[in-house]
């Protein structure tokens, strides 16, 4: 495999175990909104009600499968990249693309500060990957 396609797959597998846990966490928080406080679920129908609530949820389902892609991902993604540049990268992009996800999809206040540290991590990533 010459450099360019090592390099390639190397930011590719990274991209995409950020990608799978950034939507099956934006995902399991929009279910979670949803749905509502599962305190109040679980007096008016027990645990079993809470349970229940959450697994019938088609939004909560489709996150708790990007997260278990995301498990099996992350494996390739660790025997093709080295740890020490893989998990630093993963943890970058899915902070990064939390942070915009939260906003545009869960229409949250993301404050000034967080946004300057999203800065700074993507500083890290580019140092980091050179």
Same mark, same amino acid.
């Given at each position: ?111 000034? #500060? #967080? ?16």
């Amino acid at each position: 495999m010459n450099h360019t396609h090592s390099v390639l797959l190397t930011w590719v597998s990274i991209a995409v175990v950020s990608a799978l846990a950034i939507a099956g966490e934006v995902l399991i928080a929009g279910a979670m909104q949803k749905l509502g406080d599962l305190d109040i679920i679980r007096e008016h129908s027990g645990m079993a009600g809470a349970i229940r609530a959450v697994l019938s949820s088609p939004i909560f389902l489709a996150g708790a499968a990007c997260m278990a892609l995301n498990f099996f991902a992350m494996l390739y993604t660790l025997s093709l990249v080295d740890f020490t540049l893989a998990m630093p990268g993963i943890a970058s992009f899915t902070y990064v693309g939390n942070a915009v996800a939260a906003k545009l999809f869960l229409h949250e206040n993301v404050d000034k #500060r #967080r946004w300057l540290a999203v800065v700074f991590v993507c500083l890290g990533v580019f140092l980091i990957g050179k």
